[in-house]
């Protein structure tokens, strides 16, 4: 058996810049590890962390930090899968630095990038975890960590990545100035969707989370009850609400009581189906996945049950 490696995959721009400016603090925190390689993610380059760990990973690199934010470690998990779709046996370890950096609060890590890594370096330990699945209608299969979505939640998503100067210039307040905009300008879609085996429901949806993870959109409280090691997603349907309502009850999903709203239904199962209701005329439905746009309905979301080794 070969010698363990360990790479560092930094997103420097993470955060507004908040990765960069605190990786020399980070390297600091690391040197308990020894000798470790480095390797930055370039500006421009789609998904460069993906390419990062795939390479990293052939190479016969065996653990994997990530200083970046949470489309940055989501980006590392799929570079995990390989091409007969397993997922290669490293372990990953998190340096949250990014605008929301909700993962962190799931897994229960400091959500303070230079704490995060002393953590990592001293005191973590190995922590078995389920990743979810997106197949899409074209053959292509996205993972995530955390949590994905689709409806009003994904055009949030869209927004960030349409106007990042958003997120540089109002860090973690965009997920809020990104929601009411959205909030005020949405209409629900129709979709059908069925969870495990049960009855296929068809309806308007403002939004619906698939959630491996518990927070989202920078604090929401979306699955409260959700657990990363349970085997199954925690799925929160957000039905037929009124615009103004929209709004108004934001503040229930940031402290996670929306569950007694009356347009809010959950259920909990390991394989959920979605696809527009709307008719041939229906607005596309996109899909995001650790904060990041990667395709539209019609979707498959499985779980991957005790896929990825965490150091937490």
Not at 18 to 25: F, K, Q, W
Not at 65 to 89: F, K
Not at 200 to 210: L, T
């Amino acid at each position: 058996m070969g010698a363990e490696r360990t790479l560092l995959v930094v997103n420097p721009a993470a955060g507004a810049g908040r990765a960069g400016r605190v990786l020399s603090r980070v390297l600091e925190e690391l040197k308990p590890w020894g000798e470790f390689e480095i390797a930055v993610t370039r500006a421009g380059e789609d998904r460069p962390a993906e390419r990062i760990v795939r390479e990293a990973v052939a190479s016969g690199v065996t653990r994997i930090a990530v200083l970046g934010g949470d489309g940055t470690a989501s980006q590392a998990l799929n570079g995990l899968r390989q091409p007969d779709g397993s997922i290669a046996a490293v372990q990953l370890g998190l340096i949250p630095a990014g605008t929301g950096r909700d993962f962190a609060r799931t897994i229960g890590i400091s959500r303070k990038p230079v704490d995060a890594a002393r953590h990592l370096a001293h005191g973590a330990t190995a922590r078995i975890i389920d990743v979810g699945q997106i197949e899409l209608s074209d053959g292509s299969v996205r993972l995530f960590l955390n949590i994905a979505s689709f409806g009003v939640t994904a055009r949030i998503a869209h927004a960030l990545e349409e106007y990042p100067q958003l997120k540089r210039h109002a860090g973690a307040l965009a997920f809020g100035l990104a929601t009411v905009r959205a909030g005020l300008n949405y209409a629900p879609d129709l979709v059908e969707a069925r969870v495990d085996a049960h009855t296929p429901e068809s309806g308007p949806v403002a939004a619906m989370a698939i959630a491996n993870g518990a927070w989202f959109g920078g604090g929401m409280h979306v699955a409260p009850t959700a657990r990363i090691d349970d085997g199954r997603f925690e799925v929160v349907r957000f039905g037929d609400i009124a615009r103004s309502d929209f709004v108004v009850s934001l503040p229930l999903v940031y402290k996670g009581t929306h569950y007694a709203h009356p347009k809010v239904t959950v259920s909990q199962g390991a394989d959920v189906f979605a696809a527009p209701a709307g008719g041939a005329g229906a607005r596309a439905v996109e899909i995001e996945a650790d904060g990041e746009i990667v395709g539209r309905l019609p979707a498959r979301f499985t779980v991957r049950p005790a896929a990825v080794t965490l150091l937490t």
